[in-house]
């Protein structure tokens, strides 16, 4: 006799429930069984414990006796460490569609682009090179004069972030005085 692994369709319309039961490979998808060894809720969320329940040692019983699972029973097993089951390999289904392609040539133009604008920046920089060997010959007085403004931008810095912290206070005080605006409102 034939014996396989498989779920037992209840529940009404729209809410199915299934039971895991051994039955006669020939006998109907709800009709008698031998024994039932598990339930299977899909309506429940992936990670509930209740979702599938399994006997393990009935399992490991009837598969040792030489029962075949179907291919959702066989994934439950294998969830459940009693049968490895070999994944199978669709290489139709992990091609990308025809948008996905689209998208893939249109980023490629991009890094393409990008890399060409990288080259012609690379070559850009020679005759700026050019420039500041020039700038090096200039006289060291022009480089004094330069040197000034930046002395100075660097001496307002420490004056700018002083007076952050008061624009901080002055931060956090408004959304209080807003709060107590909107209690006002309330009462």
């Known amino acids: ?4 692994i498989r779920l037992s369709r209840g529940g009404s319309k729209k809410r199915p429930y299934y039971r895991i039961v051994v039955a006669d490979a020939r006998s109907p998808r709800d009709g008698n069984f031998i024994e039932k060894i598990g339930t ?3 309506l429940l969320a992936k990670d ?3 979702r599938i329940t399994l006997d393990a040692d009935r399992a490991k019983h009837w598969l040792g006796v030489g029962a075949q699972p179907t291919d959702r029973v066989a ?3 294998d969830a459940a460490g009693l049968r490895e089951r070999a994944a199978r390999n669709n290489p139709n289904k992990g091609k990308p569609g ?3 392609l689209e998208r893939l040539e249109e980023q490629a133009k991009k890094a393409e682009e990008a890399a060409e604008a990288a080259a012609a ?3 850009a920089p020679e005759p700026e090179a050019v420039e500041e060997v020039a700038a090096e010959e200039a006289p060291a007085e022009v480089a004094a004069e330069e040197a000034a403004p930046v002395e100075a931008a660097a001496e307002e810095a ?3 972030e002083e007076a952050t912290p008061s624009a901080d206070v002055a931060a956090e ?3 209080a005085a807003e709060e107590a605006a909107e209690e006002k409102a309330e009462g």
């Not at 006799?1 to 396989?4: D, E, I, K, L």
């Open 98 to 100: 025809e948008k996905a």
């Open 48 to 50: 509930d414990a209740k």
């Open 173 to 175: 005080e408004a959304p």
């Open 121 to 123: 920046a690379a070559a």
């Open 40 to 42: 299977y809720n899909p």
């Open 75 to 77: 994934r439950f097993l």
């Open 1 to 4: 006799m034939a014996v396989s």
């Open 158 to 160: 420490p004056a700018a």
